[in-house]
Structure formats: structure tokens, C-alpha cells
């Protein structure tokens, strides 16, 4: 496989990127009634479809501001932070969805 762009795959810690974000799923999915968790495999699939370019540069639009400075811009990292509140709202409506129809359950 030809690979691009740096060639250092892990995160930080030395993870694959995979396994980085599953333990953040983990923790999610407890917040919003114990979401089965999709395999390793269908999780990676997942992370390579977020790197389409409409959907970075419209995450990377998003907004772009404080959080609880709503009508101020950001001064550091605006795109960073952008795309970092897109991730975290968009899939919102899915996920609050689920906990409602299995929260008695």
C-alpha cells in the first residue's frame, strides 16, 4: 500500500488510531444507554469515510466560536476547534435518539 503525506500512523501514545477513538466510544456509550459497540474493523471503516474532503471543510466551517462565547470568534485554532464541536454535534440527533427509546430498558 502507497501511503502519503507523514508517514507516522500512531497517535501520540503510540496507538493505532483505531483503538484511540474506541476508548473514547466506550466512554460515549455510556453516557447514551450502552450503544453496542461496532467491531474494530467497521469502527476503521468509519475513520477513513470522515476524511472525505466536503465533509472536513464543512466541519472545518462549522463555527467559530468559544463555546460559551458563542458570538465571539475564536482566536486560536479556530478551524481546529470547528471541526472538533462538528464531530461532537452532528451525530447528536442518532445518539440521543437511541438513549431515549432504551432508557427503560
Do not use: C
Amino acid at each position: 500500500m502507497l501511503y502519503t503525506g507523514h508517514k507516522n500512523k500512531h497517535m501520540l501514545n503510540g496507538q493505532n488510531i483505531v483503538d484511540f477513538i474506541r476508548l473514547n466510544m466506550e466512554q460515549d456509550r455510556k453516557i447514551f444507554g450502552n450503544i453496542p459497540l461496532p467491531t474494530r474493523e467497521q469502527t476503521a471503516l468509519v475513520i477513513r469515510a470522515l476524511r472525505m474532503i466536503h465533509i472536513l471543510e464543512y466541519a472545518s466551517e462549522y463555527d467559530a466560536s468559544d463555546l460559551l462565547k458563542t458570538d465571539e470568534i475564536t482566536r486560536f485554532w479556530p478551524t481546529i476547534s470547528s471541526i472538533g464541536r462538528f464531530f461532537r454535534d452532528a451525530p447528536l440527533e442518532v445518539l440521543e435518539k437511541y438513549e431515549l427509546e432504551h432508557r427503560d430498558n
